[in-house]
């Protein structure tokens, strides 16, 4: 069974409120929250206002993926707003288990997200430190976009790492994520889908949620 982890990105900020009403009362997880500097990806997403006001209404884990550069600088600040999860990139930390510590010392649990480039080894020395990898399956930056095949081979290949050493860390997908391609996901090794416009552009998105968990 698939963990699903919203992601409010595409939810209807006019209408924030519900949104996240909506996603309490379904099956899903855990809230996947998209914080975009617009230097290392090409957009501008919410902040810290915006998560403070989500954690007042949220009933459940609020997992803050930082697509920003210099993430420790503002790990602190994102715990005070409600993270229960901090999500730091691979490409953005110039000390990674640095950075692991510090999101792991402020309480919250610790992952790292990797771009579709970026190869599942250069997890290898941190993987024992970290929660959860979040494997990026679009470019960053936007949501809708198409799921980029070949990540279900990294999904194989990170699987594998983690079973050979024993270690209890989540594998999470982070884009294109829809009904017709998530059985093939789940069956290549993920544990959680993140899912953005499948789950906020349906006419029912709680029924959409419960199709997901049973992959």
């Known amino acids: 069974m698939a963990l699903i982890a919203p992601s409010l990105l595409a939810s209807n900020f006019l209408r924030l409120e519900e949104e996240c009403k909506m996603v309490n009362e379904s099956s899903a997880d855990r809230f ?9 990806v090409p957009n501008i997403s919410f902040g810290i206002p915006v998560i403070e006001h989500i954690k007042t209404v949220a009933t459940k884990p609020c997992e803050v993926h930082l697509m920003i550069e210099e993430p420790e600088k503002f790990a602190e600040a994102f ?3 409600g993270a229960d999860i901090l999500i730091v990139h691979l490409e953005t930390c110039r000390n990674l288990y ?4 510090q ?12 771009n579709p ?22 470019n960053p930056g936007f949501g809708g976009q198409k ?26 997908i982070d884009g294109g994520v829809t009904l017709e391609n998530a059985a093939g996901i789940m069956h290549s090794g993920a544990d959680v889908l993140v899912a953005g416009n499948t789950v906020f552009k349906s006419p029912d998105p709680k029924n959409v949620i ?3 968990r049973f992959y």
Do not use: Y
């Open 32 to 40: 996947h929250l998209d914080v975009m500097d617009g230097r290392f």
């Open 117 to 138: 480039h970026t190869p599942v080894a250069f997890l290898s020395e941190i993987l024992e430190d970290i929660d959860e990898v979040c494997v990026m399956s679009v």
């Open 79 to 81: 715990k005070k707003a």
């Open 103 to 114: 999101i792991k010392s402020l309480g919250m649990k610790a992952g790292v997200a990797i």
């Open 210 to 212: 419960e199709q997901l």
């Open 147 to 172: 799921f980029i095949g070949h990540t279900c081979e990294k999904i194989r290949e990170l699987r594998k790492m983690i079973h050979d050493r024993g270690l209890h860390v989540q594998i999470e």
């Open 98 to 101: 640095s950075n692991i510590q």
